[in-house]
């Protein structure tokens, strides 16, 4: 096939405007590629600039738990004390606490937004006029005026939007969500609605160089297991799009202690994993570091060596099983009646 050129006039007139569009086209690419801020956040970088960061370690609002900015979580039994600790935290940080739990606080603002679903201003009001209370007979000097930088939430309709305005008007250093399974009303075992769920409250933390803490649930009979990730109820991308998973639990020893296990931290290295921080919680809500640590707990206790020995050496005294339980109850060696019977009887076999 024999191809006719095209008149010079016409053959001008379409290089000039394939040429003007390569021009654009090429302008364009460039435009999208620098590294602009789209609504204040700063979304691309290259390696020269992370480079020039100078950033050895992860940031940290509460070190080493939790990083500053981002999505993290704390999650536990209904019993476990979650709601207390969040506020305490909460308090920690709008008063200028240089330390919470014996860890290091860095703060910028020392404003917090808390979000609560499960307990409402009455509830709320008492449990932290309490904390409060302790905190001023430790601190006579305390500025009560600080306290206005911790706003509550109890209606969560349209939520984002409200977090989005208040994030404009001024920034802070943390927003409690308490609970997740309250904003989010999907499916909590879809990946998909999850995930799509997190990413706005993620970019949102991102924007406004914030921490944003999910309170989350683990499964009721889990607790009997070793401390886990999987525990959480729901679907995987939870655990996924949090970059710090934390949970606190009933110690096993002490009714009044607690333990708060690292489930999840990319930016922490085993040591912090292996064992639990031992908190104590006193009569007025308040936390405080015991200094101990606890290993994983094991999943059969009738069959812990150490238990079953000391089971039945207090069984060789006469003491009946309740009174065995009884006696064990704030020691390491603490067990249920049901698991003193089972462990008599196994041995009862064995003579």
Known sequence: MKFIPLPDDISNEFKSLFGSSEKTSATNTNTSTT?????GYKGMYDAFELYNLEIDDVPKLLDPFFQKVGLASLV???????????????LSIVLKNE?????????KSNKVIY?????????????????IQFLKGQDE??????????????DTENL??????SLEEEPCDLIVIDAFSDVFAKEINANTQVRQFLNEYDKLAKKHSCLILFLHHIGKNT????????SIIGSQAFEAKMRSVIELRPNSYKDNYKDLWVLKANFLDSSHKSKSYVLEMNKDLIFKETGERNSKVQNVKKDNAAIIDKVLEL??????????????KNTEFKVSKSVVGEIIKDNSKKK
Not at 99 to 107: A, D, E, S, V
Not at 143 to 150: P, T
Not at 160 to 165: F, M, Y
């Open 160 to 165: 984002l939007d409200i977090l989005v305005l």
């Open 223 to 230: 607790q009997k297991n070793s401390p886990s990730k999987d």
């Open 141 to 154: 000097n305390l500025d009560f005026s600080l306290l206005k930088n911790l706003k509550f939430i109890f």
């Open 315 to 328: 069984k060789s005294k006469g003491l009946s099983v309740r009174q065995i339980e009884a006696e064990l």
């Open 99 to 107: 330390t919470f739990i014996g860890c290091k606080l860095n703060c």
């Open 35 to 39: 590294n602009k801020t789209i609504d």
């Open 115 to 131: 979000v609560s679903t499960e307990d409402d201003s009455n509830s709320v009001s008492a449990a932290i006029r309490k904390q």
């Open 76 to 90: 536990g039994t209904s019993d476990s004390g979650k709601s207390t600790f969040l506020r305490q935290l909460s």
